[in-house]
């Protein structure tokens, strides 16, 4: 069981060991490196169906429909309470 812990890494040595292997890439190497692990994380994208995609735009949209009506409920008691403290124009 002891030999067991002390055969796994520490996160500590693992995030050291990667470090190091960059400091010893070139500029282009890692940007290579970077452009394969864009592509990697590009493949494992899916793109939504026509009904999910129509079921997300109407989330959003009633989202932002809701939060629109309590901004503007919130402006317009503001802008009472505004009044009423210091007095309108006139």
Do not use: C, N, W
Not at 1 to 7: E, I, Q, T, V
Not at 11 to 18: F, L, Q
Request: proline share 3%; glycine share 8%; charged share 20%.
């Amino acid at each position: 069981m002891a030999r067991r812990l002390l055969d796994t890494p520490g996160e500590d040595v693992v995030a050291v060991a990667k470090l190091e292997r960059q400091a010893r890439r070139g500029p282009f190497a890692r940007i290579a490196l970077f452009l394969r692990q864009v592509m990697a994380e590009l493949r494992k994208v899916v793109t939504p169906t026509r009904r999910e995609l129509v079921t997300y735009t109407g989330v959003v949209l009633g989202f932002v429909i809701v939060m629109m009506a309590i901004v503007y409920v919130l402006d317009i008691a503001f802008s009472a309470l505004v009044v009423f403290l210091f007095g309108g124009a006139g």
